[in-house]
């Protein structure tokens, strides 16, 4: 693949994605960074909700079972997206940021990106290959028994054949997002969403493949997507490079790549295993607790969509200021993040608060689950007030590639939750269960705010190195 061969170390144009990172108003910037961002996430989110109504829609609970056991290996084949994208991106965000002083930054972007992209694909066809010849052994460590088998068999054997296509998926919208192109990273998670429903009612109302056509849909919309990103980067971007010629196993692409993404990996791991040693415990309480969890963390989802809009949209800009050394623009950026994070969780957990019989009852009228519901909520929703701040703490470390900082983020949730909610649930049953959360964000937030408080130092001194190469080494110096 070939692109435009304009230099990047020219002015950026007004109005084009990069202005946005280099030298737009900060408020303007995050407006484009970070809605399209919230918005696409809020799309997704009521995608899931349809495709189970199609799935039930076959009243069939063998199938529902299939696609809730087969949700955290669809959370793994992203996370290794994520290494890659995450990672990838952000580490590309630095270069444009140095690019605008330094020439030779281009090449050094097409390295990264390709490596991105293909290194994506080549670990998720061999997960997928892996996956495919241990199908059994599979299906059964995912918890499926009796009736689920077969169903469970069909979905995730269908998900692994398209592991290569949803792991490049993942980290191409990671890649067009570190150019600060935000409504196209939009547009095509919008566009797999759409294609996702379209396929879904062809497969599985129309051709009754059952969860097999769930997959196969969600694997064909993700080639739709790969196909829309790679026009867009091919014809738009005159930085990022597709082509296999540039792959690299260079150490200055992979340590400030695997450095970084593979935080994304430990958390998604963590995140596994906290749903559902938390299910497990919550269970044996009966189903009105688990109904009662399961909607207040659907409400607590809205401001959580809006928090991780601001958190995640924010990190290419911090990263572009860090690499070109602008500590103005990085604390700009980071003051206004801090600001509409505290407002958008401040507002929402209030509104919720106040109403919270009325918002609840909207959802379930049974009593038992009213009951318990309601406390469920309001920790739930003081969760999400820390959990914001924590996930903006995690971008600037990210950004800036403070490596050890971040993976140490990423681990401190699901190594605190579960003794946590195994004492809660030993000393207080339910209560314990329900409150164990709550205690494991305020605790890693503070691990957050103490490894922040200890790394501006070298921060400061990586925003003042000038370069990508000079700043990672300040930051190595620092004890990175």
Avoid at 51 to 62: C, E, K, P, R, V
Avoid at 130 to 154: F, H, I, K, R, W
Avoid at 227 to 249: A, I
Wanted: proline share 3%.
């Amino acid at each position: 693949m070939t692109n435009a061969s304009t230099s990047t170390s020219s002015a950026p144009t007004v109005g084009s994605n990069r202005w946005y990172l280099s030298a737009a108003p900060i408020v303007r910037a995050l407006v484009h960074l970070c809605v399209p961002m919230a918005a696409a996430m809020i799309v997704g989110a009521v995608y899931n909700v349809i495709n189970a109504g199609f799935i039930g829609s076959l009243h069939d609970t063998s199938l529902l079972a299939a696609i809730t056991l087969g949700t955290p290996l669809l959370g793994l084949v992203m996370a290794v997206g994520g290494v890659f994208g995450v990672g990838g991106g952000a580490l590309i965000s630095r270069h444009l940021g140095a690019a605008e002083h330094d020439a030779s930054e281009a090449e050094r972007i097409k390295h990264v990106s390709s490596f991105a992209l293909w290194g994506a694909v080549i670990v998720g066809a061999v997960i997928g290959a892996a996956g495919l010849a241990l199908l059994p052994s599979v299906v059964t460590l995912l918890g499926a028994d009796g009736a689920a088998v077969p169903a469970t068999t069909s979905y995730v054997g269908v998900m692994l054949a398209f592991v290569p296509v949803l792991a490049a998926s993942f980290a191409l919208e990671q890649i067009v997002r570190a150019e600060g192109a935000a409504r196209q990273a939009m547009t095509g998670l919008i566009l797999s969403t759409v294609a996702n429903v379209v396929l879904d009612v062809l497969f599985i109302l129309v051709l009754h493949w059952g969860v097999a056509g769930a997959a196969l849909a969600t694997g064909l919309a993700n080639v739709a997507t790969i196909g829309y990103f790679v026009t867009w980067l091919q014809r738009t971007s005159e930085n990022v490079s597709l082509s296999p010629r540039w792959f690299t196993l260079s150490p200055a692409v992979l340590k400030p790549v695997f450095g970084v993404g593979s935080g994304e990996l430990i958390q998604s791991a963590f995140l596994i295993v906290t749903t559902l040693v938390l299910n497990n415990l919550a269970s044996a309480y009966g189903d009105g607790a688990l109904a009662a969890m399961g909607v207040a963390v659907r409400i607590a989802q809205v401001p959580e969509f809006l928090v991780m809009g601001v958190t995640i949209g924010v990190l290419p800009l911090l990263a572009y200021s860090f690499g070109k050394g602008d500590r103005a623009r990085f604390t700009s950026a980071l003051r206004a993040s801090a600001v509409t994070v505290g407002g958008i969780v401040l507002i929402f957990s209030t509104t919720v608060f106040l109403l919270r019989d009325q918002v609840f009852s909207a959802f379930s009228d049974d009593g038992s689950v009213l009951a318990i519901g309601v406390t469920i909520l309001t920790a739930q929703l003081v969760a999400t007030i820390v959990n914001g701040f924590t996930g903006l703490i995690t971008s600037v470390f990210q950004a800036t590639g403070r490596v050890l900082p971040a993976i140490v983020l990423s681990m401190a949730q699901g190594v605190l939750f579960v003794p946590i909610v195994l004492v809660g649930d030993a000393w207080f049953g339910l209560g314990g269960i329900v409150w164990a959360l709550t205690v494991t964000e305020v605790l890693v937030f503070a691990v957050g705010v103490v490894m922040w408080l200890a790394s501006r130092a070298a921060i400061e001194e990586g925003l003042a190195a000038g370069s990508v190469e000079r700043a990672e080494a300040a930051l190595d110096g620092a004890g990175a």
